[in-house]
């Protein structure tokens, strides 16, 4: 069974958990909600998306006046869903 590490681009919230499970908990994020490479928000169950890039970009902000963390988030949007698989550190023996 496929894992995503979720990250709220609000709080930093985050979890590792099959996509049903992110859908059940409330995620806003791909697979089921939103689609990989495409800005839109990133929630967790407890954030709004007011406080998200996606909204301040449909709100008039330009993306060169965009906070570095508001940046960051969509560089972890539109790199998914690579940036969202688990790292995993190799066995040592």
Do not use: H, N
């Not at 709080?11 to 995620?27: F, H, M, V």
């Not at 449909?58 to 940046?71: F, M, Y």
Request: charged share 25%.
């Amino acid at each position: 069974m496929v894992t995503y590490v979720y990250t709220c681009e609000v709080c930093d919230k985050t979890a590792e958990l099959t996509a049903e499970a992110a859908y059940q908990a409330g995620c806003d994020m791909p697979p089921i909600m939103g689609t990989w490479g495409t800005v839109s928000p990133r929630t967790c169950d407890e954030c709004g998306i007011q406080d998200t890039a996606w909204f301040a970009l449909v709100s008039g902000t330009k993306p060169d006046q965009l906070s570095d963390r508001r940046k960051t988030a969509i560089e972890r949007i539109l790199t998914g869903p690579e940036s969202a698989l688990p790292r995993r550190q190799p066995d040592q023996a």
